[in-house]
């Protein structure tokens, strides 16, 4: 079973929880993206939901699946987010922010009653911070000083580029308008530890380890499902 059949399954599984009514918290990726073309076949076949988008590439696709979408401001209280992640170790502890939209999936997941991960095999992790460099979210003023600040927790980071079209790189853009530092530390032995520190940081708006916040993590193996709860 390939990777992609196993972000396939894990989303879907995911989508079963899901009940009429709800308001939910629709992640960011391309795990998550299988459970959005689910939820949207599920709408069409009646199922009565609104969700709360954390990236604007999901908005995206959640309005092309005509997925009924409202705000925090409507509906602070979230009943179910699905989202997926970069790592997760044996804590349910989990380093978020590939696809830069950190930011808006701590918010969401600070709303939400109940949080469901999404993963393939390749995600599970013994130590976080030991297979995928740590996303943090830093405004553009001053950036190279909030950098040198933020190396004295990691050691070393790199500011995230992205393609323009003509092949150019250029420093990304999240959603919120501020740059990523992608922290390459050697583990995170105590992840609730450097999520503070991290943020304590003038400069840092917020990075992507999220501690006890997932309620389940559904996993995609090539045997099948796999669950740590
Ligand atoms: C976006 C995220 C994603 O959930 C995470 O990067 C996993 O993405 P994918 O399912 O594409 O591997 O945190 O900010």
Redesign the pocket.
Known sequence: MNTEHQ?KIAAEKATETVQSGMILGL???????YALLKLGAMVRDGLDVVGIP??EGTEQIALEQKIPLTTLAMHPTIDLTI????EVDAHLNLI???????VR?KIIANASKKILIV?DES?VSRVLGTNFPL?VEIVRFGWEATQTEVNRICGKSTLRVASTQDGKQNPLITDNGNYILDCHFEGIPAPAAVESQLNNIPGVVEN?IFVNRADKVIIGTPAGLRYME
């Open positions: 972000k992640g960011t990726g391309s795990t998550v993206y954390t990236s989202d997926g992640a970069d978020k922010g590939g696809g830069a939209a950190l999936e993963v995600k996303p992507g």
